[in-house]
C-alpha cells in the first residue's frame, strides 16, 4: 500500500515537471526576435495623459505632444531623438528589438525605457509621471 502512494506521488510530481518544461518552451518559441531592419524608418512618437484620445492628440498642432522619430537600421536613433529625450529625461542613443516590445538605449548601450508591442507598427510605454508615449510607425 505505501509503494503505490509512492508511486503515484512520483508519478504527479514527474507529470507537473513535464508541463512546465513544455510550457516554458512552447511559450519561448511563440515570442519572436524581429530583425532590426523590420523597425528601420521614420516613427511618430505622441505624448499623451492616460484618458486622452491619442489619435485627437495628433490632430492638434501642438509640437511639444508630438514628434517625428527616426529608428536606424544600425539600431541608432536620427531624428527626433532630442524631442523623445525631453520626454525621456535622458537622451536616447540607440534602441534594440526585443521579442514582444521595442527597447530604447542611452548612451552607455542600457535600456532607459521600453515600449511594449500593442500591434504591428504600434508600441506604447508609461513613464513615472503617468503620461503614455506612443510609438507609431508612419506611412511608408
Known amino acids: 500500500m505505501i509503494g503505490k502512494a509512492f508511486t503515484y506521488k512520483a508519478g504527479a ?5 513535464f508541463i512546465m518544461v513544455s ?10 526576435l524581429e530583425e532590426p531592419a523590420v523597425f528601420a524608418g521614420q516613427w511618430q ?15 492638434q498642432d501642438k509640437p511639444s505632444n508630438t514628434c517625428g522619430v527616426e529608428l ?8 527626433g ?13 540607440g534602441w534594440f528589438a526585443d521579442p514582444d ?13 521600453f515600449f511594449s508591442r500593442q500591434r504591428d507598427g504600434l508600441y506604447l510605454s508609461t513613464l ?10 508612419t506611412a511608408r
Do not use: F
Not at 521595442?102 to 525605457?113: A, D, K, V
Open 72 to 79: 536606424r537600421a544600425n539600431q541608432t536613433l536620427g531624428e
Open 128 to 137: 513615472k509621471s503617468g503620461l503614455i508615449i506612443t510609438l507609431e510607425r
Open 45 to 59: 512618437a505622441t505624448l499623451s495623459a492616460a484618458g486622452d484620445d491619442r489619435q485627437a492628440q495628433t490632430q
Open 101 to 113: 516590445g521595442l527597447s530604447i538605449t542611452g548612451n552607455e548601450g542600457s535600456r532607459i525605457q
Open 13 to 17: 510530481w514527474l507529470t507537473a515537471a
Open 23 to 32: 510550457g516554458e518552451t512552447s511559450m519561448a518559441s511563440s515570442l519572436r
Open 81 to 93: 531623438a532630442d524631442c523623445l529625450g525631453a520626454w525621456l529625461e535622458q537622451l536616447p542613443i
